[in-house]
């Protein structure tokens, strides 16, 4: 398992847990938080930012398009990277 300089979690382990969330939600005409997290690469290059904004929300799941937009995803950036 190679340790990824940024994450808390070994990269081919987290690639897999990646590999294996669900299908994201479309939103057409928005952009959404999860939206620069559509791939892999994505995911290691913006996640630490990312995980840094969406974590200063007190209460995320009381905001309907934080956790609940992508709850797998918003899990596993927050392991990975919060």
Do not use: C, H, Q, V
């Not at 995911?43 to 929300?57: E, I, K, N, R, V």
Request: charged share 30%; net charge negative.
């Amino acid at each position: 398992m190679k340790a990824n300089k940024t994450t808390r979690i070994p990269e081919d382990e987290l690639r897999a847990r990646y590999d294996a969330l669900p299908p994201l939600p479309e939103s057409p005409g928005e952009r959404r938080w999860f939206d620069r997290l559509r791939s892999f690469e994505d995911f290691l290059a913006f996640g630490p930012a990312s995980a840094s904004l969406l974590g200063t929300d007190a209460d995320p799941n009381a905001s309907p398009w934080l956790r609940p937009a992508a709850p797998e995803l918003f899990d596993l950036l927050m392991e990975a990277f919060g």
